[in-house]
């Protein structure tokens, strides 16, 4: 069998990947004009001169608004740039114990969080998490730089294309974009245009376009033994076109397509976070954009009729008497004197007799507002974000926690999955190989760290964990003053452990068990040597008594 060569296989795997995508291309079209009119791109020139056309014609901004705060609310509730969401644990419980590891870890989670801070990232996860309300789908790649170790670029509906492996898992990323000849020499080099295109002066590189695919995949000769980027576990490849013609003719490919650059990534740099999706599904599906969609467009058009209504009985469309030619085209004005023939035929009369009940067509828009803002969870998150924390009772923050997680708890866990995992990953793993990091214990040699969660949202998530250590303690304490015994049965020691994990204590202020069973030694010492010192001072002063009761009973025996 003949490989195919790269151009060929992009050629032929971008046309597998539009059949994929064509049918949510309507629906995200039309959630792109009824809710976020400046986001996504549909046709075929997705260059940097695109003309990006705001839709203006939202009359109702509901729908807008509530995507708005559905995005504000995920990135405070579960990435916020301003607190720590995210640990590094090691699986091992010993290890944990470590004090020097556990102090080893929180430096490394300040140099990931600088990291994140000082690059565009949180700019790109929150237009990552309005698309993926919207669309139900977002993409957002990762890339090193020389800068600021990291750079990000969020993609746009429509703008991509994705397929996933045999797990579900997205492993393949598109894009079909349009470079001018001089963007392409900057980037590439100029060899990587046609011969004779840079020594024509008729033409203008500034003008003339050309159809680039960028392709990021898994490398179907991946070489782990090879140190070039090409042979990486994942190839990204750059190929042009050209003309921007069809892709119908293989053979119009093989004669016009060229590769431009080829390299590679050591793990996939896309993350592509999808709101709802059932085994074999590649985009995602059922998300508040698409389950508010119908009410969303009967908002827009309900509102459009009612301020119809109300501008025909404003100014309606008149009919007049023969006897009113007097009546200015404008209409009348206040203190305008018009004269008529004939009184009974004067005036002038609306065309249609329209009645609009304001106050009904009102209360069906509400309705209309609540159902799209419970779609996007907008009250749910607004009143987290405005609720204070010290004005509320436990129970009170019990109750809203547990809401959040009764209505988001699949799409955090999606959301830890698809995104925030492979986003902590890559980001890690550029830092390891920039040399960042500080030097590891020699007792983490040849374990993995794991990532562990701590936003707003995920401490909801493991607050059962912290309440019911606070309960059992509460529990034994009480139940020791009838029967002592059970007091036993209690590790306090682990007990501090288990709660400082929930609730993410910081690890220099909680010590190892180790010291605390020196520590609890010293003090027991302590302890005896001060009962010790007690005893000898109470035998002292009891001591010249029973020597003088001694003497005086010697005397005694001496008389006799």
């Known amino acids: 069998m003949v490989e195919l060569s790269d151009v060929q296989h992009i050629c032929r795997r971008l046309r597998s990947l539009k059949r ?51 995005a504000s609310g995920l990135m405070g509730g579960v990435s916020s740039p301003s607190k720590p969401w995210v640990n590094f644990v090691v699986s091992s419980i010993d290890m944990m114990e470590s004090t020097d590891i ?4 929180e430096k490394v989670e300040k140099i990931v969080s600088m990291v994140m801070s000082k690059s565009n990232i949180y700019n790109s996860i929150h237009t990552l998490y309005s698309e993926l309300g919207v669309f139900g789908t977002g993409a957002l790649g990762i890339f090193e730089d020389y800068d600021n170790v990291i750079r990000t670029e969020c993609y746009t509906a429509g703008t991509y294309y994705i397929d996933i492996n045999h797990n579900g898992i997205v492993d393949t990323f598109y894009r079909e974009f349009t470079m001018t000849g001089s963007d392409i020499v900057n980037k590439f080099g100029k060899d990587s245009l046609p011969v004779g295109f840079m020594g024509d002066d008729t033409i203008d590189k500034h003008q003339i376009k050309f159809k680039i695919i960028h ?23 750059y190929i042009y076109y050209e003309s921007a013609g069809s892709y119908g003719d293989d053979n119009n490919q093989m004669k016009n397509g060229k590769v431009l650059m080829k390299s590679g990534y050591d ?15 590649v985009y995602g599906g059922m998300c508040p954009g698409i389950r508010s969609l119908g009410d969303t467009k009967m908002l827009q058009s309900i509102e459009d009729l009612v301020y119809t209504g109300i501008e025909k009985q404003v100014n309606p469309a008149l009919v007049t008497g023969p006897s009113t030619g007097n009546i200015p085209p404008d209409g009348v004005q206040a203190g305008d004197i018009i004269e008529v023939d004939n009184l009974s ?18 209360a069906n828009i509400e309705k209309i507002e609540y159902r799209i803002k419970t779609a996007f969870y907008e009250n749910l998150f607004l009143q987290m974000l405005s609720s204070d924390r010290r004005e509320m009772t436990a129970s009170e923050v019990d109750v809203r926690s547990n809401e959040a997680l009764i209505t988001l708890g699949p799409v955090l866990t999606r959301l830890h999955n698809e995104l925030l995992d492979p986003l902590t990953d890559r980001v890690f793993n550029v830092i390891a190989r920039a040399k960042l990091l500080p030097e590891a214990p020699e007792e983490l040699a040849g374990h993995e760290l794991q990532v562990e969660y701590v936003s707003t949202l995920a401490k909801a998530q493991k607050a059962d964990v912290s309440q019911t250590i606070e309960r059992t303690a509460a529990f034994i ?18 007990a501090i452990d288990e709660f400082s994990k929930a609730e993410s204590v910081p690890p220099k202020i909680i010590r190892s068990n180790e010291i605390a069973a020196q520590l609890i030694q010293q003090e027991q ?36």
């Open 20 to 70: 994929i995508r064509e049918p949510f291309e309507d629906v995200w079209t039309e959630l792109s004009s009824t809710i976020l009119g400046y986001r996504g791109v549909f046709n075929d020139d997705n260059g940097k001169t695109r003309e990006r056309k705001i839709d203006t014609t939202i009359v109702n901004n509901t729908s807008s608004i509530a995507s708005t705060v559905l």
């Open 345 to 362: 035929e004067a005036g002038a009369r609306s065309v249609y007799d329209v009645r609009i009940d304001v106050s009904h067509a009102v």
């Open 102 to 105: 556990r102090i080893w870890l």
């Open 215 to 237: 392709s990021i995949e898994p490398n179907r000769s991946n070489k782990m033994d090879s140190n070039l980027s090409k042979d990486k576990k994942f190839t990204s490849t």
């Open 525 to 560: 010492k302590q302890m005896q040597e001060q009962q010790q010192q007690q005893m000898m001072l109470e035998a002292a002063k009891v001591a010249p008594g029973v020597m003088k009761a001694g003497a005086e009973s010697s005397q005694m025996e001496g008389d006799e």
């Open 477 to 494: 304490a009480g139940l020791s003053e009838a029967f002592p015994n059970a007091r036993h049965k209690f590790d306090e020691l682990q």
């Open 267 to 281: 793990e996939f740099p896309i993350m592509v976070a999808r709101w709802d999706v059932i085994p074999g599904d």
